[in-house]
């Protein structure tokens, strides 16, 4: 019994095997088609893409500028503003620098595409709007003189335009500010700059900085001296440099005169227009 039932299991056994043999075998056999697998979506589909946001995908778009060139030239395009909205018109300077008035006076913004102003009384970047009143002509020559200096030497900082005229002009003494020298607490105001024809130019600095000078050591001479060969070009009257700068130009324009060494001062002649 025990026997007759080992048998038949190691039969079943045997047959098992017999079958299992006989599957794999008849799959070997078989010439049909082969079976089709089930399609995988990667083969057959392209994955749909993921959501990326607007400003990921300009980042690393190939034609996407870096963000320093764009923020430059936005700054730009913000400066152009700033000059495009300067009101123009004919201005008439009454009297003398130093003891006159302005009619009809153009204000210069306080930074434009190659200038910055720099305020001479509280010493720092960017001079006030009441300080920056001038005739038409000489924002003009300022804003031109300012441009060719940029063209001709690039990488040069922009020029630094200290105080003008107040607005319609008049005394700009020490009650509207006592002006600096050379970051010193100073004594004195303006004796001129009475009626928008004289204007302060601070040097450019070796260090490139958007500063006055703090010193003769930090000044650019040649940056300084094509300032002063420009303004003479452009019909000034006179330039006043300071006697330690070593700045030169035709006699009777270009003058040394006693605190300048830390800007240059371009008058214009009362009759040219
Ligand atoms: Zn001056």
């Known amino acids: 019994m025990t026997l007759l039932r080992g048998a038949l299991a190691a039969l079943a056994i045997l047959a098992t095997g017999l079958a299992g043999i006989m599957f794999v075998t008849s799959g070997r056999a078989d010439s049909g088609p082969e079976p089709q697998l089930p399609a995988i979506a990667y083969t057959t589909t392209t994955p749909a893409p993921s959501p990326v946001p607007s400003a990921a995908r300009k980042r690393s778009s190939p034609t996407a500028k870096p963000s320093a060139a764009l923020a430059a030239e ?3 395009a913000k400066l152009r503003r700033l000059e495009s909205m300067i009101r123009w018109r004919t201005s008439t300077a009454h009297g003398t620098p130093n003891a006159g008035s302005l009619s009809g006076g153009v204000r210069l913004p306080r930074e ?3 200038f910055f102003t720099w305020d001479p009384v ?3 970047r960017l001079n006030r709007s009441a300080r920056l009143h001038t005739t038409d002509r000489l924002a003009r020559l ?3 003189v300012a441009r060719e200096h940029a063209r ?3 990488g040069a900082p922009r020029i630094a335009v200290g105080d003008l005229s107040r607005k319609g002009g008049g005394s700009f003494d020490a009650s509207h500010g006592v002006l600096g020298e050379f970051g010193g607490p100073g004594t004195l105001g ?3 700059h009475q009626n928008g024809l004289d204007a302060d130019i601070y040097y450019p600095r070796r260090d490139r900085l958007e500063r006055a000078p703090g010193s003769l050591r930090q000044i650019d001479r040649k940056l300084a001296q094509d300032l002063v060969d420009r303004f003479v070009a452009a019909g000034a009257q006179f330039v006043f440099v ?6 030169t130009g035709p006699a009777g324009i270009v003058q040394p005169t006693p605190r300048h060494d830390d800007h240059l001062h371009v008058r214009l002649a009362p009759s040219a227009r």
């Open 242 to 247: 300071g006697p330690g700068t070593g700045l």
């Open 190 to 192: 303006h004796v001129s």
């Open 142 to 144: 300022i804003l031109r």
């Open 122 to 124: 509280l010493w720092k």
């Open 112 to 114: 434009g595409v190659h």
């Open 152 to 154: 001709e030497h690039p």
């Open 74 to 76: 936005r700054r730009r």
